[in-house]
């Protein structure tokens, strides 16, 4: 069955960066939009940015603004979460799916691959 492989996430200070990224293992993303989803301890998993298949539309959650920015490489098959400016809010579990580009900015299923372990993203202050 294919599944989502994450990566890229660790531990880092307010205000420093890190790029995530996210493949899908057996399947392509090419066709999908992808998105970026997190999970913080207690809370329920939501959506955090999406791209459209084609790269042209995306969507941020209204926290992450300005800070964090969704692209994809089609070539290598990748979509990437790169994260600015971060704040200890920001820490959580870093899930991603693909899917159509609305199911997923919606958070809807079904995506085409089941949830990976994910990455986790820790920033402290």
């Known amino acids: 069955q294919a599944q989502m492989v994450e990566s890229g996430g660790g531990s880092v200070q307010t205000g420093d960066s890190l790029r995530l990224s996210c493949e899908a293992s057996?399947?392509?993303?090419?066709?999908?939009?992808v998105g970026w989803f997190r999970q913080a301890p207690g809370k329920e998993r939501t959506i955090v940015a999406a791209?459209?298949?084609?790269?042209?539309?995306?969507y941020y959650v209204d926290s992450v603004k300005g800070r964090f920015a969704i692209s994809r490489d089609n070539a290598k098959d990748t979509v990437y979460l790169q994260m600015n400016n971060l704040k200890p809010e920001d820490t959580a579990i870093y899930y991603c799916?693909?899917?159509?580009?609305?199911?997923?900015?919606?958070?809807?299923?079904?995506?085409?691959?089941?949830w990976g372990q994910g990455t986790q993203v820790t920033v402290s202050s």
């Open positions: 791209i459209s298949e084609t790269g042209g539309e995306t």
């Open positions: 057996g399947r392509t993303l090419s066709g999908f939009g």
């Open positions: 799916a693909a899917g159509s580009y609305v199911n997923v900015v919606a958070g809807s299923e079904p995506y085409i691959a089941s």
